[in-house]
C-alpha cells in the first residue's frame, strides 16, 4: 500500500508565503509524475502545478504560474509546492498525487494513481 502525505497548510493572510510537502510511504514505486491539486468549497478539484521526473519538466496553472514553484526529490517520491504572494483565491484544500506510469496529460487528476488525504490553504484579505 502506497500512502501520501501532505503538510505545511495553514492559515495566513494575503501576501505571504507557504511551503507545502508531500512524501509518501509505504510499499516502494517509482513514480514518474507528481502533481498538486486544489479543491475550494462548492468548486471542482483543479490543477496547480506537476513536475514530469524524467525531463524535469514542469507544468503551472495560469493562475499560480509566477508565484507557485514545485520541486522536490525522484528517489525519495517527495514534492514540495512553494506558494508566494498568496490570494485569498488560494483557500482551498491542497492535494499531492502521484502517476506511475508515463503521460503527457498531468493536468487530468484522473491520471494519476495515488492521492494523498489534503492539506488545507487559508489566505485571509
Known amino acids: 500500500q502506497v500512502q501520501l502525505v501532505e503538510s505545511g497548510g495553514g492559515l495566513v493572510q494575503a501576501g505571504d508565503s507557504l511551503r507545502l510537502s508531500c512524501a509518501a510511504s509505504?510499499?516502494?514505486?517509482?513514480?514518474?509524475?507528481m502533481g498538486w491539486f486544489r479543491q475550494a468549497p462548492g468548486k471542482e478539484r483543479e490543477f496547480v502545478a506537476a513536475?514530469?521526473?524524467?525531463?524535469?519538466?514542469?507544468d503551472y496553472a495560469d493562475s499560480v504560474k509566477g508565484r507557485f514553484a514545485i520541486s522536490g526529490d525522484n528517489a525519495k517520491n517527495t514534492v514540495y509546492l512553494q506558494m508566494n504572494s498568496l490570494k485569498p483565491e488560494d483557500t482551498a484544500v491542497y492535494y499531492c498525487?502521484?502517476?506511475?506510469?508515463?503521460?503527457?496529460?498531468?493536468?487530468?487528476?484522473?491520471?494519476?494513481?495515488?492521492w494523498g488525504q489534503g492539506t488545507q490553504v487559508t489566505v485571509s484579505s
Open positions: 498525487a502521484s502517476r506511475t506510469r508515463p503521460s503527457t496529460h498531468v493536468r487530468l487528476s484522473n491520471v494519476y494513481d495515488y
Open positions: 509505504g510499499r516502494a514505486f517509482s513514480s514518474y509524475a
Open positions: 513536475i514530469r521526473w524524467s525531463a524535469s519538466l514542469r
